[in-house]
């Protein structure tokens, strides 16, 4: 099959006069227009854009449904929902809960997995993490690293693709090398470190920071001193992604354009952190994590109104954001969403339009609506 008539959207930039040929769920080719061989079906896009798919690495729920349910309908429906905002792929998001919980979530997936093509793994978040930085997380069942809760996880490493942790919790550096070890990105968040934690992290292996700015330590005094916190490590080391929640509402586009100052285009994944609230009519009632929440102004919040519950956005509405707040090049903001969380999460095929790489698109229109998302070539959601 070929994909003709489109605007190609590569992180360096945006080039027209190219096809895709897909083979078998995978790019075969991309070639000068005139030179694909017509013996394919032929796809044409109408002078949309043509992007790889886009990667959330962080999301909870959608639709009132929630990763935590363990269910296959609940995964579908996250996934479905999440596919007409051009994710084709996802880590379905645990919630601090009892370690069993979690592992209930991990076998869920396993089993899902060959079913729905856009589960490529989990985010356990929490419950490793700082009750000082516990956002609208449930506090009862914060725990620290123990070495049999992280030996329980890491049974599960074939699923299990990143992990949220304090860095300065007792025995979280010894966790950080054993996810590490088992193959799994860390990713610092929800934490009150300071700044030499977070360096002991890094030199463990941590390569990330969660939903950067939220429920994360910053510059404070120490004594007579001013000590940088996890924001201020994450920004200054190159080798850190950083998540971003760029719904508009997360974090404001001042702190947007210094993330993007400091880190440049390779150094931020557009996360999309969305709850169950996400796709829900505003003013809709939902639970998370067994509080009650509300979709208000188009963002979730907890329903006594003190805390952020995630975002009700999907990944298109924070490349507009990008676009539009931070004045971002499409290309950068693409990039983003695609080739930045891949590498943040080890995805080697996906993410690129390059030969090789899995079929799994997303077909923009010039106002940059979705208009249709592939997975491995299959139509996945059309507008
Ligand atoms: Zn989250």
């Known amino acids: 099959m070929i994909f003709t008539n489109a605007r190609l959207i590569f992180p360096d930039g945006i080039r027209d006069a190219l096809d895709v040929v897909v083979e078998h769920g995978k790019i075969a080719a991309i070639p000068e227009r005139s030179l694909a061989h017509r013996k394919h079906e032929v796809i044409d896009l109408n002078g949309n854009y ?58 869920a997936v396993r089993d899902c997995r060959p079913m729905i093509s856009a589960i490529a793994g989990v985010h356990v978040e929490g419950p490793f993490i700082s009750k000082a930085k516990a956002g609208a997380q449930c506090t009862e069942f914060i725990q620290d690293p123990s070495p049999a809760a992280v030996r329980q996880l890491l049974e599960h490493a074939d699923v299990l693709k990143r992990v949220t942790i304090a860095p300065e ?17 860390v990713s610092c968040g929800h934490s009150d470190a300071w700044d030499e934690d977070a360096r002991a992290a890094f030199d463990r292996g941590m390569r990330s920071v969660t939903h950067t700015f939220n429920c ?38 001042t702190l947007m354009k210094m993330l993007y100052r400091a880190k440049g285009p390779r150094g931020i994944c557009l996360v999309t952190d969305a709850t169950a609230g996400a796709g829900l009519p505003e003013g809709s009632p939902f639970a998370l994590f067994g509080k009650n929440c509300i979709v208000e102004n188009g963002v979730c919040i907890l329903a006594d109104r ?52 899995d079929a799994d698109f997303v077909v923009l229109s010039p106002r940059l609506d979705v208009v249709q998302t592939f997975g491995g070539g299959e139509l996945l959601w059309s507008h």
């Open 169 to 185: 919790l007792p025995e979280a550096l010894e966790a950080i090398e054993a996810f590490r070890a088992g193959g799994i990105s």
């Open 50 to 107: 043509l992007a790889p798919g886009f990667i959330d690495v962080h999301v909870h729920g959608a639709l009132d449904r929630d990763t935590m349910e363990a269910s296959a309908e609940a995964f579908r429906a996250v996934c479905d929902f999440h596919a007409s905002g051009g994710t084709t792929s996802l880590l379905l998001t645990t919630a601090t809960a009892p370690v069993d919980a979690i592992i209930k979530v991990l076998e």
């Open 216 to 253: 994360m330590s910053s510059a404070r005094p120490r004594g007579i001193y001013r000590v940088a916190g996890l924001l201020e490590f994450a920004l200054s080391e190159s080798d850190i992604s950083c998540e971003l929640i760029a719904d508009g509402h997360h974090v404001s586009p």
């Open 306 to 357: 003190s805390a952020l519950a995630g975002s009700a956005a999907r990944m298109i509405d924070l490349i507009r954001m990008m676009l539009h707040e931070v004045s971002v090049p499409l290309n950068e903001a693409i990039a983003m969403a695609t080739e930045n969380p891949a590498r943040a999460i080890g995805l080697e095929t996906k993410g690129r339009l390059i030969v090789g790489a």
